[in-house]
């Protein structure tokens, strides 16, 4: 199974400073039709996740474009800048290649 | 408006069966393939099961395969996870999702597994 690793576990952040987690992968998710497939959800407090970015690097539908996703074969990052109240949560990456699909840990983000 | 809606939990006694439903409006339910992922109390998610849009492939976690069953209805646009031998550590919330993307998530269903 591919292992999907988040860093930091949880971090804390300043509104309107920016934040990035990290996210890295057991195996390549470079398809070889060019597309990689690691994916960004966010579940914020007592809802469900929610898609915020696909295939590493497009904003979902209606996700502001504060969001970023960005990445390598293996090692990919979600970059928030000027972070909002409306950001807090825990933040999941995942990968879509192959299954099992396999999920990070989490990332919880929180306000100083 | 993309609707994905859960039914069917509740708590059960370890080795019991359950079955779960997701009603989908808002789109073609009939074109895309539809997950179930759980999320066990303060854990993270765990993919558990994929469908295709046309029933013609399914896919299972080794948790649960053997155990789990996923199918479709697509002319009632509801989407099934039926449970059999529930351990406890099956206890969680129950997502379906929709797209492989998993680009819709329903408000999730809770399952108990309990003496």
């Known amino acids: 199974d591919i292992v999907m690793t988040q860093a930091p576990l949880s971090v804390s952040v300043t509104p309107g400073e920016s934040a990035s987690i990290s996210c890295r992968s057991s195996k390549s998710l470079l398809h070889s039709n060019g597309i990689t497939y690691v994916y960004w959800y966010l579940q914020k407090p007592g809802k469900s996740p929610q898609l915020l970015i696909y295939?590493?690097?497009n904003l979902a539908s209606g996700v502001p474009d504060r969001f970023s996703g960005s990445g390598s074969e293996t090692d990919f990052t979600l970059k928030i800048s000027r972070v909002e109240a409306e950001d807090v949560g825990i933040y999941y990456c995942?990968?879509?290649?192959?299954?099992?699909?396999?999920f990070g840990a989490g990332t919880k983000l929180e306000l100083k | 408006e993309v609707q994905l809606v859960e039914s069917g939990g509740g708590l059960v006694k370890p080795g019991s069966s359950l079955k779960l439903s997701c009603v989908a409006s808002?789109?073609?339910?009939?074109?895309?393939?539809m997950h179930w992922i759980r999320q066990a109390p303060k854990k993270g998610l765990e993919w558990i099961a994929l469908?295709?849009?046309?029933?013609?492939?399914?896919y299972y976690a080794d948790s649960v395969k053997g155990r789990f069953t996923i199918s479709r209805d697509n002319s009632k646009n509801t989407l099934y996870l039926e449970m059999n031998s529930l351990r406890s550590e099956d206890t969680a919330m129950y997502y379906c999702?929709?797209?492989?993307?998993?680009?819709?998530w329903g408000q999730g269903v809770m399952v108990t597994v309990s003496s």
């Open positions: 295939r590493m690097s």
């Open positions: 995942g990968q879509l290649l192959e299954n099992p699909y396999t």
């Open positions: 808002g789109f073609t339910f009939s074109s895309y393939g």
């Open positions: 999702a929709k797209r492989v993307v998993a680009d819709y």
């Open positions: 469908i295709y849009y046309d029933s013609s492939n399914k």
